[in-house]
């Protein structure tokens, strides 16, 4: 869990599971890079520092087989009826009523 972290150390830490990940495939990095078409040098950076695309994330997601958890990433989480519409209520706009003009009757 990342906890307080900079996006650097975060970027890095990914890197590192990717890194571990691929090492328990017993794959090497020129096979990795293989399999989702990018360079060898694009998966050495992603897997030393953590830059990469979001594309590139993608795709060695999908050849590492862990795409379960990149599909997580920013999901919302499910609420209950209830919870769905309290949340509908506080952002339904409200008006004040007008007036109403009163004709006092004249003898």
Known sequence: ???LQTP???AKAIGSRIRMTRLARNLSQAELASMTDVSLSSIKRLEATGQGTLQ???SVAVA???TDELEMLF???VQTIAQ???VAN???RKRARK???RRVAVD
Do not use: D
Request: no cysteine; net charge negative.
């Open 8 to 10: 650097e150390n975060m």
């Open 75 to 77: 999901v919302q989480p």
């Open 1 to 3: 869990m990342f906890i």
């Open 56 to 58: 590139l994330l993608a």
């Open 64 to 66: 590492l087989h862990a």
């Open 90 to 92: 506080v952002f339904t």
């Open 99 to 101: 007036a109403s003009l």
């Open 84 to 86: 769905a519409e309290a």
